[in-house]
């Protein structure tokens, strides 16, 4: 944390305050701003990061916050996608292929807000249940429960013919969400994430985090103020499935399991894990990576020809890329602290650094 | 009563595949804390090894024509080689990582190793046939028993025999059970790290070769992914057998196996696609009683 701790925080002003927050809300509408003038193909690109972003976001709220590893956040992504669909897909193919929606369901049609509300509501009540369970577990055994619940849900989401058409994926999901629509909700997700990380619960689950016994014999609910968490960041995670199924405008349950799980993962890693600038930064580096190598492979004209990198080094790249960024900065790229609030003065910074916590 | 029977003998062989494994996961957890996702990677290699590059759908077995006793460490070797390469590249500058760093870090090295077999092999699933001539049947009773299985089973009790006897009667396995407890400590004490943990990729190496082999003969067909869930239950068998035990990460393994071929061979027809889904609702359960794992180790108590 890098929040003016207690004796500067009282002279602090507000907008030190929120500094951190104004910041990368001030980068991400710059860059939606620049990017909404560019090809149709830049504004694809450019939505798929936002939700991306909204979706490392709510991981990080958790993951950052708790210092639990969590492979279970794409499960929720998928629940959040496939509540999301079943509300607004045209009734006439949810009859004759999703015979098992109940009727409230099967027999309308909703509007695109009420499905992405409903689609993070459900994640979230599941959430509930899960970490109503599996909260008290720490370390390897959290992580491994929550793998376990990705897991399930990919079983459930792909076999379960008569609610997800299973293989055979809903389509017909409207096509709605552009740049704009993912600026709103990823400028939501990042305010949302930066008051939970400043509010008292935050500041609970974080020193449970740094040190889980002290943090109890300080009186605090270690396995409350996770279960908030956690339900918080899926429900932000429900959010963004329900926007890239109205993004793609087609679902499959494959869509949300290992891959995806390991590019989010990945982002808020190369980042730096334990802060929201890490959460963003990560995004942004590891899109441009993947853009970067994507164009070379695709070919670049150098003096006359063509010359174009081999298929496949677009993943290859981008492995090597990630392992690299992990070897020389173990920390994450903005070792895992907030934006620095510019004007100080350099000694006086350097005084009010706190270390990353791992 | 047979069906049970052969139910248990199929159960027993998976669980040997999955013990392997877990062994594999578990020695590198015991020692570098490190949760390795390239271990499926390690099995997928293996079995790639023995065939031709190439992009055919049939798979012309290459080193695999060879005869057993110049193929397996052939093979064997191979797979150590690329062990110990990922471990001097990527794990090497990252020993004083944190866990989620590593365990990312082994997602990159799994990524790049798979997407290095789709552009050697292509992304098609190919068939193989590797040692056709074990799948004749014993019969034992009235129990049919593939001889393959039985050669599984032995295969894995001989391994977890060897290893057992490295870690406990030689000089290097005491080094290395020393390390698991207490890295830092076997350090003072003269105990050399990377060697250390250039044996424990080694061996990771070698149980990563028993599976593909055991595996592949069974299956026969390969694919880029192949590893990855045997991977995946290899974890979940550690951590509920008990992170960082290896007799813990056996017995994880051979419970994940009897408790998938159980629910493969009892749940009702209707039920059975979601057969992972209960699989893994159990392994949720198992951490929710006893978080630690089936077999306790004091090495993961943290201390205050």
Do not use: C
């Given at each position: 944390m890098t929040e003016p701790l207690v004796p500067h925080a009282a002279r602090a002003s507000l907008l030190r305050r929120y500094w951190p927050l104004l910041a990368l809300c001030a980068l991400i509408s710059a860059i939606v701003a620049v990017g909404s003038l560019g090809s149709e193909q830049m504004q694809v690109t450019m939505t798929e990061m936002l939700i991306r972003l909204i979706v490392v976001v709510g991981i990080y709220l958790f993951i950052g916050n708790s210092g639990i590893l969590s492979f279970g956040h794409i499960g929720f992504m998928c629940i959040g996608a496939y509540a999301a669909a079943w509300a607004t897909v045209d009734p006439a193919w949810k009859q004759m292929m999703l015979t098992g929606l109940p009727d409230f369901l099967q027999q309308n049609q909703y509007g695109f807000l009420p499905a992405v509300a409903g689609g993070g509501l459900l994640a979230g009540l599941v959430a509930l249940i899960?970490?109503?369970?599996?909260?008290?577990?720490?370390?390897?055994?959290?992580?491994?429960?929550?793998?376990?619940?990705?897991?399930?849900?990919?079983?459930?989401?792909?076999?379960?013919?008569?609610?997800?058409?299973?293989t055979s994926s809903i389509i017909g999901v409207p096509n709605v969400v552009g740049p704009w629509v993912a600026w709103a909700f990823a400028i939501g997700a990042l305010v949302l994430a930066f008051a939970f990380q400043v509010s008292r619960w935050g500041i609970m689950l974080r020193a449970s985090r740094d040190d889980e016994v002290a943090a109890k014999s300080s009186a605090i609910g270690v396995v409350k103020v996770r279960l908030i968490a956690f339900v918080v960041s899926a429900v932000i995670a429900g959010v963004a499935g329900a926007l890239y199924g109205h993004f793609l405008g087609i679902l499959t349950a494959d869509t949300f399991y290992l891959g995806m799980t390991f590019v989010t993962l990945a982002m808020l890693v190369v980042g730096g894990i334990g802060s929201l600038t890490g959460a963003v930064t990560g995004v942004l580096?590891?899109?441009?990576?993947?853009e970067?190598?994507?164009?070379?492979?695709?070919?670049?004209?150098?003096?006359?020809?063509?010359?174009?990198?081999?298929?496949?080094?677009?993943?290859?790249?981008?492995g090597i890329v990630m392992a690299l960024i992990m070897v020389f900065r173990p920390t994450g790229l903005t070792r895992s602290r907030e934006v620095p609030w510019p004007f100080t003065r350099r000694a006086r910074r350097r005084k009010m650094e706190v270390a990353p916590a791992r | 009563m047979i069906g049970l029977l052969q139910n248990l003998v199929d159960a027993a062989s998976l669980g040997s595949l999955y013990a392997l494994a877990a062994l594999g996961v578990g020695?590198?957890?015991?020692?570098?804390?490190?949760?390795?996702?390239?271990?499926?990677?390690?099995?997928?290699?293996?079995?790639y090894a023995l065939i031709v590059p190439s992009f055919e759908v049939t798979a012309q077995l290459f080193i695999g024509t060879w005869s057993w006793w110049l193929m397996i460490p052939t093979i064997t070797l191979i797979v150590v080689i690329v062990a110990l390469i990922s471990d001097a590249l990527v794990f090497r500058p990252l020993r004083r990582a944190s866990a989620p760093t590593l365990m990312i870090a082994s997602f990159a090295v799994?990524?790049?190793?798979?997407?290095?077999?789709?552009?050697?092999?292509?992304?098609?699933?190919?068939?193989?046939?590797?040692?056709?001539?074990?799948?004749t049947p014993l019969m034992v009773g009235d129990v049919r028993v593939p001889l393959l299985q039985v050669i599984t089973i032995v295969a894995t009790l001989v391994l977890m025999a060897a290893l057992t006897l490295f870690l406990k009667r030689t000089r290097y396995?005491?080094?290395?059970?020393?390390?698991?407890?207490?890295?830092?400590?076997?350090?003072?004490?003269?105990?050399?790290?990377?060697?250390?943990i250039g044996l424990a990729f080694a061996i990771s190496g070698v149980l990563a070769t028993a599976v593909s082999l055991l595996y592949l003969?069974?299956?026969?067909?390969?694919s880029p992914t192949m590893g990855v869930p045997l991977a995946l239950f290899a974890f979940v068998a550690t951590v509920i057998g008990g992170m960082g035990s290896l007799l813990g990460a056996v017995v994880g393994g051979f419970v994940v196996g009897v408790v998938v071929i159980m629910l493969q061979a009892y749940l009702p027809a209707d039920l059975r696609a979601f057969r992972d889904a209960f699989a893994f609702t159990f392994v949720i359960l198992i951490l929710l009683v006893r978080p630690s794992g089936i077999i306790r180790t004091r090495a993961l108590v943290e201390r205050v």
């Open positions: 899960l970490g109503t369970a599996i909260m008290r577990l720490s370390g390897i055994a959290g992580s491994i429960a929550t793998f376990a619940f990705l897991a399930i849900v990919n079983s459930v989401y792909s076999n379960w013919e008569s609610v997800t058409a299973g580096v590891v899109t441009l990576v993947v970067l190598l994507r164009h070379l492979e695709a070919g670049v004209p150098i003096a006359g020809s063509t010359v174009h990198l081999p298929q496949g080094s677009q993943e290859i790249g981008l | 020695l590198l957890f015991g020692i570098l804390r490190l949760v390795n996702f390239a271990h499926g990677d390690f099995i997928s290699i293996g079995a799994s990524y790049v190793i798979q997407t290095g077999i789709l552009l050697v092999y292509g992304a098609r699933p190919k068939a193989a046939n590797l040692w056709a001539g074990l799948d396995g005491t080094m290395m059970r020393a390390a698991a407890e207490d890295f830092r400590m076997a350090q003072y004490l003269g105990v050399r790290g990377d060697f250390v003969s069974q299956t026969g067909t390969l």
